[in-house]
Nanobody, 113 residues
């Protein structure tokens, strides 16, 4: 059974930082591209960042480029999202995704102004 468990969300002031983690189990982690998505209230889920199998190729949405960084540790079956210079508009539930079909349950990030 595939499980993706996100952690690290919380409440932070604008300009602050958070590091999200997503621990994977039940799948060959190093064989899956991984991604982060987010969904704000009343909005559609949107792409945030993605990383390839070896972690040497990364993509970030324009809205988070230069502030967020995705990374992975295949030895720990974990993908991370380092979020710096957070803005109130980054407030959302953040989800990790493995491949094209597996989703975590999400972790709430709230940025206060």
């Amino acid at each position: 059974q595939v499980q993706l468990v996100e952690s690290g969300g919380g409440v932070v002031q604008a300009g602050g930082s958070l590091r999200l983690s997503c621990a994977a189990s039940g799948l060959p982690f190093s064989s899956y591209a991984m991604g982060w998505f987010r969904q704000a209230p009343g909005e559609e889920r949107e792409f945030v960042a993605a990383i390839n199998l070896r972690g040497d190729n990364r993509f970030h949405a324009d809205s988070v480029k230069d502030r967020f960084t995705i990374s992975r540790d295949n030895a720990k079956n974990t993908v991370y999202l380092q979020m710096n210079s957070l803005k109130p508009e980054d407030t959302a539930v953040y989800y990790c995704k493995a491949g094209v079909g597996y989703w975590g349950q999400g972790t709430q990030v709230t940025v206060s102004s």
